[in-house]
């Protein structure tokens, strides 16, 4: 399935921690970029963290220090680390694989929440 496809979302209350898989059956996983992005209600969708072919990371300010984004090109997956989670973490999280502009896909989304 080329399109990724998330897991790993849920309920957690406040300062808890979740980590999110994103999953590709892409050929030559190993030279996407992989983006982790979200939307809360009523807003735009963000980017939260990325991973490039190299391993080069990059987040959003408000989840620096919080969040950690890696790789495992053997298992065609990227997870995301979430510590220390807010209320205002909570969103759909999606995964988005980048190559080039026609080679790029979006997952279908993971919820998560976070509240007491």
């Known amino acids: 399935q080329v399109q990724p496809v998330e897991s790993g979302g849920g309920l957690v209350q406040p300062g808890g921690s979740l980590r999110l898989s994103c999953t590709a059956s892409v050929t030559l996983f190993r030279i996407y970029a992989v983006g982790w992005y979200r939307q809360a209600p009523g807003k735009q969708r963000e980017l939260v963290a990325r991973i490039t072919s190299d391993g080069s990371t990059n987040y959003a300010d408000s989840v620096k220090g919080r969040f950690a984004i890696s790789r495992d090109n053997t298992k065609n997956t990227v997870y995301l680390q979430m510590d220390s989670l807010k209320p205002e973490d909570t969103a759909v999280y999606y995964c988005?694989?980048?190559?080039?502009?026609?080679?790029?896909?979006w997952g279908q989304g993971t919820q998560v929440t976070v509240s007491s």
């Open positions: 988005n694989t980048y190559r080039s502009a026609l080679y790029t896909y």
